[in-house]
């Protein structure tokens, strides 16, 4: 069967590829765009690691057809720095240690910034539901989730 | 004469003998006498092996010094994960 | 010339206070030197590596949990277009029983690894690999494994550990006979080892006794759960020679495994470590690697092999379930006069559960007359085991301090206090053996004794507990290169893979070693062609051991910076020393030469004697145990049987933070890992012994809501035989969450589990049979 042609946005910038039916987002972005920063944990979108927004929306692109995104916007991991300019979050995981091996860590920072586009003033509560989607191994989430708050009374100034 | 303690299994080599006196200068001279005095003793029983030298963990450590009045402890190698 | 480098440790400055004010780095929350490249996605893992001509390899699985391999025909398979390799037992030489040889940490017999990599008699769990596809894409490979044809005998299979012991039980092995019992058994049977530690008597022990607690215990087997799923990329050369670029806690170890399963030399095979998504024991081992270099020496192609998260589960090692029986004795002022413990663990398809470790360390915080532990090491039809963060003693531990806190409670002696009654100190006999060196258990239980969750009030109907936990960490062969760039600045090579900010660490270690700014030393993990052996990354040993390699790499360094600038100053070497990152004149020359820093000896260099270059290469003894004590809180809802962490405070001796934001991850990871551990991970099997819970919906691991801040207190009883008094922190973490809890949910329900985990289910059963 002839592989599909699609033509998309990502990160702000023109998109187009090649890709079977079958395939995800999330095998596109990797294997096709080689964007690597979205990760695969499980393929069946229970670890939030491949997190991703669509048209804004925060979704599992393990759970999206590469084919659906055709006329929508994508925005991943690489599109969160502004040149050397890193996102506030990047710069408050850094500072708080909110990460150890890191393979969850794009999955949480993109699932943050959807969260405090919404929501200026989480409260903890909110922040830990939330991110109920990402799962880390490593940090038990604490310096994770002050790191989010944190961040947000920064941007709140 | 430094005392051995052997941990674990390696009684069933030594015929439930579990501490014995020795002379010996290093681990290697350690095991080569105790091969020796019970010859059912695997040759390569050091691999298996970690040795605490007066409360001192080694492992794969020939050399490792063993005084006149040390206790030395013979235990399963240790890992970790 | 060693005189003339100034002694980092001052173990004679025995105020920690006045030792610290000297140090510049460690001790501090330095900024991460990988960090950038992991919060923008750069930072490459497993699956991340792409080459030219590349191939993908995929798995084919048994379906059954135990079944004879009559014939595997890959011929259908082979004549697909697009497939370019196919392997299964036939591609890798057997191996002689017990061909063991010290690899990583844990003895390995490659008679069982080359089986567990693919099988080769028989399939011996649901998930083992029986053949091997590479395919120019992953649908013509998946297509591929469809048609390989296996004829497969199925045949009864075992699972629980007691059922696999129990005489008429179907075999794993059909030739095992238990080692470690005297007379050995005629009959085999699915009992690898037996062993037994211990002191003492247990009869005059427990005679003394004013009371005596014994108790059974079950566990289910659970998964280190990393979110990255093993993953590799090999690729074989025309002329033998080969690169391996894999997700793994020691590269040098996964060399080692790899050239001596595909029979080449060492030195022709070179592997990457990538960053690794999480291992905590579970990616010591390999699984992928070997198979995909077969693939890429037959195809002449790159072949990239990842494993989905069902094959982790249904096919990486887990660590054991068990089945624990302890006793212990106290008199009624407090005192343990006797314990004992028979611990049966898992090990899966193949030998070598940690039920050495466990029998050695469940007693470990104790300071004991009469005790003794017997284990035994079980096969049954399950992938088999691997390393998961102190291996064997969250188990072992979970038993023991269960039956302490029930004594505890009959005594009517607050738990801490029990505990420091019998806590083991510098110079008590440890339970395995050993006299003990200087250690923590005390400070820890003291901390914890006066910490405000110890001291503050409980919510109605809320339930506290309190664990100890101990593990005995390693040092190992490591080796550290220094290189001195032409600008002043230093590349630091390392050769253990980080799984959570030990780059920082050492890179900390080898400025305030050098006397340098921290930002002029940049910390790489090289290959394994860079460096001399290094022992994988596990067993609380990188920051110790790699401190240790890393400090005798520094002062290596400093001595040849002191060499350059005597000859340029003609002043003897002796009257040269090294202090603030500068070679100084002293003595008889001072004030008449210098200072020279790092920038003004190298952009020389090449002319004083060439390039300047520090080199450790050691095997580190000594490595200090680290005791932990964690305090935890729970609120358990009646309806639903559902137990919520509520507060939790970990308490451990790191001997000294080098960066203790690290130590505090370490920490806290270690007890939300014991958190799931306990209240919801377990496997589940059908009657066909098929895990049915394979992924992360219904292998329940702890989400961010589950949970709250975890408290630390990083406590410090330094370790002499370390630089800077570093011990290992990253394996304790684990060990007392199980018990702590569980006697969090007695002091809440009154009620005693005695199985794990303590799932929804099983807790509204037993509120509802308590009335």
Known sequence: MAKKHITTTINGDPTEFLCDTEQTLLDVLRDELRLTGSKEGCASGDCGACSVTLDGRLVCACLVLAAEIEGHEVTTIEGMAVGDQLHPLQQKFLDHAALQCGVCTPGFLVAAKALLDRNANPTETEVRYWLAGNLCRCTGYDKIVRAVLDTAAVMRG | MARIVLAGNLRLYTEGVTELELESGSIRSLIRELRRRYPDIPEDIEDELAISIDGVLHQDDWFAKIGPDSEVHLLPRIAGG | ?771
């Open chain 3, 1 to 771: 010339m060693a005189a003339a480098v100034e002694k980092i440790f001052d173990d004679t400055v025995t105020d920690r206070e006045t030792r610290d004010k000297t140090l510049k780095w460690v001790g501090t929350r330095a900024p991460r030197p990988d960090g950038v490249d992991k919060v923008t996605g750069r930072a490459k893992f497993g699956a991340d590596t792409y080459l030219p001509n590349m191939l993908h390899g995929k798995v084919l699985r048994s379906p059954h949990a135990h079944a004879r391999i009559r014939s595997i025909d890959m011929s259908k398979a082979l004549a697909l277009p697009g497939v370019k390799a196919a392997v299964n037992r036939d591609d890798f030489p057997d191996h002689p029983e017990g061909a063991v040889q010290p690899a990583g940490e844990m003895v390995i017999d490659y008679r069982d690894m080359t089986r567990n990599i693919m099988a080769r008699e028989k399939a011996l769990y649901e998930g083992h690999a029986v053949a091997a596809v590479a395919a120019v894409n992953e649908r013509v490979a998946r297509q591929a494994l469809s048609l390989i044809e296996v004829d497969y005998e199925i045949l009864p299979h075992v699972i629980d550990v007691e059922e696999a012991m129990k005489p008429g039980a179907p075999l794993v092995r059909e030739d095992l006979i238990t080692e470690g019992v005297e007379p050995a058994p005629e009959e085999p049977s699915n009992i690898a080892k037996r062993v037994e530690f211990g002191h003492g008597d247990l009869d005059v022990g427990f005679a003394r006794a004013d009371v005596i607690i014994e108790r059974s215990f079950k566990t289910q087997p659970v998964h280190q759960g990393y979110i990255e799923p093993h993953a590799c990329l090999a690729s074989f050369s025309e002329d033998g020679q080969a690169e391996l670029w894999c997700s793994t806690q020691g590269h040098y170890v996964a060399r080692g495994h790899c050239a001596r399963l595909l029979q080449m030399d060492v030195s022709k095979l070179r592997v990457t470590c990538s960053e690794i998504g999480g291992g905590f024991g579970g990616k010591t081992v390999v699984y992928l690697e070997p198979v995909a270099l077969a693939l890429s020496r037959k195809a002449c192609q790159p072949v990239k092999m990842v494993m989905t998260r069902e094959e982790v589960f249904r096919a990486s090692g887990p660590t054991s379930g068990a089945s624990m029986d302890v006793r212990i004795g106290a008199t009624k002022d407090g005192r343990i006069t006797a314990g004992e413990a028979i611990l049966k663990f898992q090990a899966g398809a193949f030998a070598g559960s940690p039920v050495p470790a466990a029998a050695m360390c469940a007693f470990a915080p104790y300071d004991l007359e009469n005790v003794r532990t017997i284990g035994f090491d079980v096969l049954s039809n399950r992938p088999k085991v691997a390393a998961y963060r102190a291996p064997g003693a969250p188990l072992g531990e979970y038993a023991v301090e269960s039956v302490v806190d029930e004594l505890a409670k009959n005594l009517a002696i607050d738990p801490l206090e029990f505990r420091l009654k019998n806590a083991a100190k510098e110079g008590s006999d440890s339970s395995y053996g050993p006299k003990f060196g200087p250690i923590g258990c005390v400070e820890t239980l003291e901390t914890a004794q006066k910490h405000d969750h110890y001291l503050s009030t409980l919510k109605p109907g809320q339930g506290r507990g309190v664990a100890s936990g101990y593990w005995f960490n390693i040092g190992g062969q490591t080796s550290a290169t220094l290189n001195l760039c032409e600008d002043g600045s230093v590349a630091l090579v390392v050769g253990t893979p980080d799984v959570g900010g030990s780059r920082a660490s050492l890179a900390m270690m080898a400025a305030e070693s050098l006397g340098i700014e921290l930002d002029k030393v940049r910390p790489l993990i090289g290959d394994t062609s860079a460096l001399g052996y290094n022992m994988l990354t596990g067993g609380s040993r990188v920051t110790f051991a790699g401190g240790i390699a890393v400090h005798g790499a520094a002062v290596d360094m400093i001595n040849q910076l002191r060499e350059r600038a005597a000859a340029t100053w003609d002043v003897p070497i002796d009257d040269v020393e090294w202090h603030g990152g500068q070679a100084v004149a002293v003595n008889g020359y001072k004030d008449q030469e210098g200072p020279m820093g790092m920038l003004d000896i190298a952009k020389d260099m090449a002319k004083s004697g060439g390039p300047i270059v520090g080199r450790c290469s050691t095997n580190a003894q000594g490595a200090g145990p680290s005791f932990g004590c964690h305090i935890v809180d729970v609120d358990v809802d009646k309806e639903t049987g559902k137990v919520s962490v509520a507060r939790y405070t970990v308490i451990q001796d790191a001997g000294k933070a080098v960066h203790p934001s690290y130590v505090e991850g370490q920490y806290q990871g270690g007890a939300v890992q014991g958190i799931g551990w306990a209240l919801n991970e377990e496997y589940i099997y059908d009657k066909n012994g098929k895990v049915e819970n394979a992924g992360f919906l219904d292998y329940r691991v702890p989400v961010c809501s589950d949970v709250p801040m975890i408290d630390t207190v990083i406590v410090e009883v330094p370790n002499p035989t370390h630089p800077y008094g570093v011990r290992g922190v990253g394996e304790t973490p684990l060990v007392p969450p199980l018990a702590a809890i569980s006697n969090a949910v007695e002091n809440a329900l009154d009620i005693r589990f005695t199985e794990l985990p303590m799932s929804p289910p099983r807790v509204l059963a037993a509120i509802e049979s308590a009335g």
